[in-house]
């Protein structure tokens, strides 16, 4: 889920480079007409855009990281799952003999 925002977040900042080269505020590397007050419309054109790729940035991150911690923790579940499977072939491997012994005792 994390990487299909990140990826809307990636669509947005394609947008908005997209529009910003149709005003008048230079390239979209020229960051003179940056104002911190929020005064000019092209700085807060310029830093919508770059929050937009720093969101998109964050959200890949953490699919990224999310995506690990499931493989990791989904081996570790193949993992225990085959330790005890093996452990329950051998027990079954074993019932015939014990099976076998149980019967001659009997008799």
């Known amino acids: 889920m994390d990487i299909l925002i990140s990826l809307a977040w990636f669509a947005a900042f394609g947008v908005l480079v997209d529009t910003i080269k ?17 005064h ?21 991150v953490s699919g990224i990281v ?18 005890r499977a093996s452990g329950l072939l051998s027990a079954f491997a074993a019932a015939p003999l014990m099976e076998r012994t149980l019967h001659v005792q009997l008799v």
């Not at 310029?46 to 720093?54: D, G, N, Q, T």
């Not at 999310?66 to 330790?83: D, Q």
């Open 22 to 38: 149709h005003q008048a505020c230079g390239s979209i590397w020229n960051w003179d007409s940056w104002d911190s007050r929020g």
């Open 40 to 60: 000019s419309a092209c700085g807060r054109w310029k830093s919508a855009e770059a929050f937009s790729f720093l969101s998109a940035i964050v959200w890949l």
């Open 66 to 83: 999310v995506l690990i911690i499931y493989f990791v923790s989904f081996c570790e579940l193949i993992l225990t799952a085959s330790s």
